[in-house]
Each structure stands twice: as C-alpha cells, then as structure tokens.
C-alpha cells in the first residue's frame, strides 16, 4: 500500500519534472493532437474531401522523396569532409541542365537544329511543344539525358573538389562553407549566361497516368518514374553503406576520420568515392525533378537547397538515414499544411516543422546515430 | 648538388652503423606539429621482438614519437627507418603496409561500426578480410566474437581497448605501437591489460608502449626509455631504470 502510494507519488513527480524541463515538448506534443483532431472533424465535417488530402499525401511523398534523394548527397559529404556544401544546390541545377540538353539533342535530332536543341528553347525554335519530350513518347532520350546527368554531375563535384576542396582539406568547416557559397554563386550564374534566366517548360505533349483505385487520385509517368528512380536509388545507397568495404570504410571516415587514417584506409580514395556518390544523386535528383515539374531555371537548385537543408537539419545533418526521412517529413509537411494554410505559406510550415522538431530534439531525428 | 649528396651519404652511413639489426631505428629525430618542435635529437631503436617502453612526464612527447613513426606530425629532421628502410614522411597507410600498427589513445574505434567492422577496417589494405587473422584475434579477445555485431560504441572502456588492439592485429604487424593503453580503464583491468600486451609480445610481434603508469611498463618491458622534454634521458632495461635512484626520485616518485 505505502509502496503503491510513493509508486503515484513518483510518476507524479517526474511527470512534473517532465512538463518543467521540456515545457516544449509538450507543447509540440498539444500541437499535434490538435491538428490530427482538426483534420479528421474537417474529413468527417466534408469540409476536406479524402480525395484532396490524398492528393496532398501523394505530391507530398513525391516531392519528399525527390528532398531526400538530393539531401542524402548533402549529408553524406558533410558528414565525411565536415562541412556543409553550399554549391550542393546549383550542382543538382547543373546536373538538370546537362541532362536536359542531351534529352533535347536526342529528342529533337533531324527536327530542329542542334544549337537550339542544346539551349533548351531559351532562344531559337526548340519548345517544349516542338520537341515533345516524355517518359512515354522519348523514353530512350529520358534514360540517356538521366545517364548524363549523373555522369555530368559526377565530373562536375570532382572537378570542383580538385579545384577547390582539396586544396583546402584540412582548413575550418567555416573556410570551406565559404569557399562553396562562392562556387554555389560561380555555378548559378554561369547557368543563367548560357541557358538566360527565363523558365522554360521542358516536358511536351500528353503524360499517360494510372488511376489508384478507391481513393480515385491518378500518378501520371512522370511521377511514377520519379518515385521509382528515387526510392531505387535510396535502397543502393543503403546497400552500399551497409554491405559493402567501401560502405562501411565511408561510416569509419565519418565516424572518426584520424583513426581511419592511421587504420590504413586510404582517406582521399573515400573521399573521392564520396563525391562520386553523392554527386550523381545529386544529378539524377536534378534532372528526375525536371521531369517531374516539367519546366528548369537556373536557381531551381538554390530555392530548393532550402527546404534540402531543412530535411536533412531535421534527419540529423550527417546520418543519410535521416535525410532520407527528414526529406518525406519536410515533403509532407509543405503540402499537407495546405490544408490549413494558403500555398504561399507552405514553405513556411516546412520550416515550422523542422524548428518544433529541433526545439524537441536538437541533435535531429537521427542525430548522434552516425551512420555516414 | 654533388655536395648535397655527399651529406645525404654520411648520414646514411652513420645511420647504418647505429642500427645493425633495429627492426625500428629513429636516429637524431627533430619532430612536432607546424612549427612547434616537441622532439629534439632523439635517438630510439626496437629490435625485431622487443618490448620498449617509453615513460616520462606529461609533455615530455611521447606520444609525438608514434605520431612521427606514423606520418601524423611533422618531420623537421633526422631519420625513421623500418627494416632498413626510411619511413619518415610516408602516409600512414604505406607504414601499415610495412608492417606497423598503431593504436592511439582516445577514441580509437569507430563507435557507429560493429566490432566486426572495427576489426575488418584494420584488413582495409588487403583485398579480403583474412578470415584466419579474424580467427585469431578472436581467440586473443574472446568476447570480440561473442560481441561481433554489437555496436562498438556500446563497449566498455577495457572491451574498447581490446578492439582496438585486435583491429590492430589484423595485419599480423611485426611492430604494434600502443599509446597510453591503460589510459581510463579501472584499476583491476590494468593488469589484465598489461597480461595481454605480455602475451602479444611473446607471439613474437615487437611492442613499443608509451605508459603513464611508468612502474608497470618498466617492470614488464624488455627496455624503457625515459623522455624528458622532447629529449631521452635514460635507456636501459626496464629493470635496471626500476633500480635507478634518479630515475625513482625524478619520475617515479620515490
């Protein structure tokens, strides 16, 4: 009896501590009760169709997948060269470029002329309506505009590491976040002086699409593609993190990289591997959102750095784990919010999501889990 | 030019005379890190077998002297060799590659690596893991197999240092270089420690040990070396610099 009674007394008084020490989470915690409360009144109310929430999920998995597999690049360099890449932007813009001219080349080969094609319709005869590019129509020019992409984007990170990085190996995290703004700054505009600054549409003609039975939403080609590449992609980065020597060799160099040096493991070969990994991610993630969206811009990279950053920040900036899973929350939570909130402020409910999530656990989601 | 040759070669001959059959011979070795010298005209040789132990105060360098063996501090002058040959200034991976493994002191596993991995980054310059060296150590360390999928992070301070030594004995090295291994294990497992150093050594690989707990690795060493600011001050067996009185009043306390 007296044992019961201190039992109480003690759940009691942790719980209080609890609320005293972590006032925020628990208003977190009040927080999410009361949208989930919200959001079923408003479905049961018809006030919120299932249908629109469905498709607010879908375009939410969608763009979450393509944040992660562009942050899972971002979080693996910084985990293994230490500092956070800026230039990590404008490398997936300029693997969508890349990409895309060599679609349209193929695509548009005997149709219109080269140099056109090559610009992607920013001067000259080559639209998106001319060319006609689609999963569906010019798969081969899809597949080998995806293959340069990555092979591009690949030359591009090692290019730019020999230039830039290595000379710089063993300076501050600060020198070399500096370092890549610049070259994030030097990449972007070099895109706008040969591509120009409008917006272009990309894709052509009619995306065939499957209706998902029951809930009646349709994933056109596009998207279905997308999903497919990303979430293989995501599977190989694991398998080669988990299974194989250089995967495992990547976690030793993120975990502690002196003691990998004096282990015997060639540091600078990682290193390398590194950027060869995660810039062709970074490329396929370019040119797959390309596809996606339909349209390209010089500073689409950029814009969407920001909501990269935010993922992976919310997964635990290093753990690859945790950009891919901060990307679908970060993905989630900017179109699932359109359900309270206008789509001007979507954005911000992103970043609402990544700042409660901080406030509740600073070191992120996966953070103190190193696993590259 | 001719001239410069001229000097390259009597050092060379010099040193040659001062190491007839050192597995490891550092000879007039100015070390640090930039441009702070921490070694000064140090001389330290260990032959194939040997057990040295290097003791002396805290800032006396030695833990610069693996990291000058192991490419990780600044060669200002004089010569490493290993095995009659120089490795002063090689990247770390081409010193294991000759036959040196080095344990450093803090943090020496990877913590997010399983103890399996741990070990099996030891064998990275090998194309395949050596499956009969991942047995060995295994029957060295016992609990290392019992434990192989466990995180290595989740170890206890004396498992780590086990690890870490089998990660380091995945290549069969002809010389292990311990720095400070009974650094923050508790008293009871010092001896078991030392106990195990004793049983690496007599399976033939030469130790050398840099120990804060200097009448231990004296007591147990082949020879010792005592380093007082980035210089050797004493060199004898480890016995005969138990038994000496400025040795004991000057760094042993008593």
């Known amino acids: ?79 293994i060269l230490g500092f956070p890449n800026f230039a990590h932007g404008d490398y997936i813009s300029s693997g969508a470029f890349a990409g895309w001219a060599t679609t349209y080349v193929i695509a548009g080969f005997g149709t ?84 120009g600054t409008s917006r272009p549409g990309i894709t052509g003609g009619s995306i065939p699409g499957i209706a998902v039975p029951g809930v009646g939403i349709r994933i056109n080609a596009h ?16 398998v080669v993190l988990q299974y194989t020597k250089l995967g495992t060799a990547m976690r030793a160099m993120a975990d502690n990289r002196d003691l990998a040096r004096v282990t015997g493991i060639p540091t600078e070969r990682v290193v390398r591997a590194t950027w060869v990994i995660g810039g062709g991610l970074t490329g396929a993630a370019g040119y797959l959102i390309t596809l996606e ?24 900036i290093g753990s690859v784990y945790g950009a891919m899973f901060g990307g ?45 | 030019m001719s001239d410069e040759h001229a000097i390259t070669d009597d050092t060379e001959t010099g ?49 610069t002297v693996m990291k000058a063996i192991f490419g990780l501090a600044t060669h200002m002058d004089g010569s490493i060799a290993f095995d009659d040959e120089g490795i002063g200034g090689l990247a770390p991976e081409e010193v294991i590659r000759r036959g040196v493994s080095y344990v450093p ?17 030891g064998a990275y310059i090998l194309d395949s893991v050596p499956e009969e060296r991942l047995a060995d150590v295994f029957e060295r360390f016992p609990i290392l197999e019992e434990r192989q999928s466990q995180r290595a992070g989740t170890l206890s301070g004396g498992q780590r240092q086990m690890l870490a030594m089998g990660r380091a004995l995945m290549l069969d090295p002809d010389l292990l270089l311990l720095d400070e291994p009974s650094a923050g294990l508790a008293p009871d497992l010092v001896d078991e420690m030392f106990d195990r150093i004793d049983a690496i050594n007599d399976a033939g690989t030469a130790v050398l040990m840099v120990e804060q707990n ?41």
């Open chain 1, 1 to 79: 009896m007296c044992t019961h009674i201190m039992g109480i007394a003690e759940t009691y008084s942790r719980g209080r501590s609890v609320v005293a020490e972590r006032p925020l989470t628990l208003l977190v915690a009040v927080v999410c009760v009361l949208l989930a409360v919200d959001l079923v009144s408003k479905l049961l109310g018809g006030s919120l169709s299932v249908l629109s929430l469905a498709v607010f999920l879908k375009d939410g998995l969608i763009l979450g997948l393509v944040i992660g597999l562009a942050g899972v690049g971002l979080s693996m360099t910084y985990s």
């Open chain 1, 112 to 195: 219109v002329s080269v140099g056109d094609l090559l610009l992607l319709g920013v001067s000259g005869d080559a639209s998106a309506g001319s060319v006609g590019v689609s999963v569906v129509s010019t798969p081969l020019a899809v597949v080998a505009g995806l293959v340069m992409a990555v092979v591009f984007t690949i030359a591009l990170t090692l290019l730019i590491d020999r230039l830039v990085y290595k000379p710089m190996r063993d300076q501050e995290g600060i020198s070399l976040l500096i370092a890549s703004v610049g070259v994030a700054l030097a990449l972007r505009y070099l895109i706008a002086f040969v591509f």
């Open chain 1, 223 to 238: 998207e279905a593609t997308l999903a497919i590449c990303a979430i293989g992609l995501l599977v190989g980065v694991h």
């Open chain 1, 293 to 316: 969206t339909g349209t390209i811009a010089f500073d689409f990279g950029w814009v969407l750095l920001l909501l990269i950053f935010a993922a992976v920040i919310l997964g635990g």
């Open chain 1, 328 to 372: 679908l929350l970060i993905g989630l939570a900017s179109t699932v919010s359109l359900v309270w909130i206008p789509s001007d402020f979507t954005t911000v409910a992103a970043f609402l999501v990544m700042i409660f999530m901080l406030l509740v656990k600073p070191s992120g989601l996966f953070g103190g889990v190193t696993t590259a």
């Open chain 2, 15 to 63: 040193e040659s005379d001062a190491t007839t059959d050192g597995l490891l011979s550092i000879t007039d070795l100015d070390a640090g890190y930039g441009d702070l010298q921490i070694l000064s005209a140090l001389d330290l040789a260990v032959g194939s077998g040997e057990y040295v132990s290097i003791v002396g105060p805290n800032g006396a360098g030695k833990s």
């Open chain 2, 105 to 121: 002191q803090n943090e020496n596993v990877f913590a997010g690596l399983s103890v399996r991995e741990n070990l099996e980054m």
């Open chain 2, 214 to 254: 200097a009448i231990e690795a004296l007591s147990r060493c082949d020879r010792g070396y005592v380093l007082v600011q980035g210089q050797n001050r004493f060199t004898d067996s480890g016995a005969a610099l138990l038994d000496n009185d400025e040795v004991r009043r000057e760094f042993l306390g008593g």
